[in-house]
């Protein structure tokens, strides 16, 4: 198993601002991933963050508004930039165990765009 | 179209009785199956994984089925209590690629 933090828990932000949301895992993990979860969705995913490589985006989902950073095997953050209330979302972190790619889940920030 | 359907969207049933959640899929080729319980603010968590050979699999109160030729599985909860009380999300894995169902939103009520 995996314990996964995320920091901020929550966060309302004035649109146009960005927001750097930390994730971090009691230990290595090779496969990191980014969900967003709109209000009374299921969960999409973002992009798949590997260390020491770009990050893998989703279909709709881009770089420059979406920057992820993975420095190492145990940390991650996920940056919304030039935010809109349309960002809106709780937004989860990830991590991929076993041979079955077991996922198991941060507890999700909770952004909320003005 | 979705590949993972889940139904009923959303139900509410009394405190110790029991409850059956359904999802179909549609994900080709087909790696394993997994229950995820998301109470309400937090993050999903895991209740069973099933691989193509496994029909049945519980956790305490939770018992998932799986019949991988009609590409169907359920998830039956006994004798339910209030902490039951939330989303519950199928997902069904095409070997790293993992479709979401929109989930069942549970209310257990006293």
């Known amino acids: 198993s995996a314990v996964i933090s995320q920091k901020p828990s929550r966060d309302i932000c004035q649109r146009g601002t960005s927001l750097t949301i930390q994730c971090q895992v009691d230990s290595q993990v090779t496969m990191m991933f980014w969900y967003r979860q709109q209000p009374g969705q299921s969960l999409t995913l973002i992009a798949t963050a590997n260390q020491g490589s770009e990050a893998t985006y989703e279909s709709g989902f881009v770089i420059d508004k979406f920057p992820i950073s993975r420095p190492n095997l145990t940390f991650s953050t996920l940056t919304v930039s030039n935010m809109s209330p349309e960002d809106s979302s709780i937004y989860l972190c990830?991590?991929?165990?076993?041979?079955?790619?077991?996922?198991?889940f941060g507890p999700g920030t909770r952004l909320t765009v003005l | 179209k979705n590949q993972v359907e889940q139904s009923p969207q959303s139900l509410i049933i009394l405190e110790g009785k029991n409850c059956t959640l359904q999802c179909n899929y549609t994900v080709s080729p087909f790696s394993n199956l997994r229950w995820y319980k998301q109470d309400t603010g937090r993050g999903p968590v895991s209740l069973t994984i099933m691989t193509f050979s496994e029909n049945t699999k519980s956790n305490g109160r939770y018992t998932a089925t799986l019949d991988a030729d009609t590409k169907q599985s359920s998830l039956h909860i006994t004798a339910s209590q209030l902490s039951d009380s939330a989303s519950y999300i199928c997902?069904?894995?095409?070997?790293?690629?993992?479709?979401f169902g929109a989930g069942t939103r549970l209310t257990v009520k006293p």
């Open positions: 997902v069904v894995s095409a070997f790293l690629d993992m479709r």
């Open positions: 990830s991590v991929g165990v076993g041979s079955y790619n077991e996922q198991f």
